[in-house]
C-alpha cells in the first residue's frame, strides 16, 4: 500500500473505452481512428514477436511513418466528363465533409485528448505546453528504442515540451525487470520512476516559480524516490536551462518567436521547426553542463 495516489489496474480499460468514444472530435472518424492506431499497434506487437522468436528484423521506425507519412502524389486536376467543370479536390472534398481524417488529424486528436487530461501542461515539469503542435511532442514514457512494442501503446504516451523530449530522449528511466515483455507493465509496478499517466504529479514532486519581468527561476523538489529521481534525471537540468535562456536576450527572444510559429501538422516546416528548437535546447544544455 503506497501513500500516493496510483491508477487502479481495474480502471485501465473503462478509461481506454472512454478514449474510444473521445477519439477524434468527429464521431464519423471514430472507426477509422481507431483502426489506424490499432494497425501501428498490432504491427509493433508483431515485430516484438519476431524479436522473440529470434528473427533478426531490421530496424524500422514505425513512429516516423506515423509521423510523417509518405505523401501520396497528388492527382491531377481532370474535368469531369459530365460537367466540364474540374474534379473535387482532397481538399474541396475534406471541406465538403466527405473525406477521411488523414495520420496528421489522428495524430493530432490524440495528442489534444492527452493534453486535456493534463490540464495542457507538460507530464513532466508542468509548465504550459505551448499552441504549436510541434512544440508539444508526444511523449514515450518507456522509450521507443527500448520498447518497440509500446510504440503505440495508448498508457504509453504522453505530451512533453519540447525541451523535456529532447532532453529526456531515448533515456529509460525503468528498471530492468521491465525488459522483453509483451504487456505494459500494470500501475502498481512503476516503483522506481514517475510514470505521467499512472501518478499525480503533486504528489511527487513540489515545485516553486519565480517570475519577474525579466526572468523566470524555476526549484523542483522530489518529494518521494520516483519525484527525486525525476528531478535528479530531468527537471533539475530544465531549470538551469531556464535560466540560462532567459539569462542571454537575443536566445531569449528568439526562443519566443520561434514558439509564436504555428504550423501544419505532420508537414515538413513543424518537423524542422522541431529540430531547430531541438538543437537549441541541446546546445542551451551543453553551457549548462560546462
Ligand atoms: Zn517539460
Redesign the pocket.
Known sequence: MTDYFVLDEAELRPRYDDYKVLCHAEERFHKVVMFNLLRFHATALQRFDRRQAGEALEDCNLWNEFSNPKSKKKPKTVATAATGEPAPTVKAKRKRGKAKPVISDIKGAFRSYIEKTQKNR??????WLCNSGYSKPIEHILPRKTYEQYSFHFWNLSV??V???SLKKEADWATPDKHGFKAYPLPSNFTEMFHPRFHRFDEHVRFIRVQTNDHSITLYRGITPQGQKLCEDLLTI?AGKEVIVNANAALKSSMETIERFDVKEGSHLESALKSLVGALSERSIDLLNR
Open positions: 507538460c507530464c513532466y515539469c508542468r509548465r512533453a515540451c525541451d523535456c523530449n530544465i
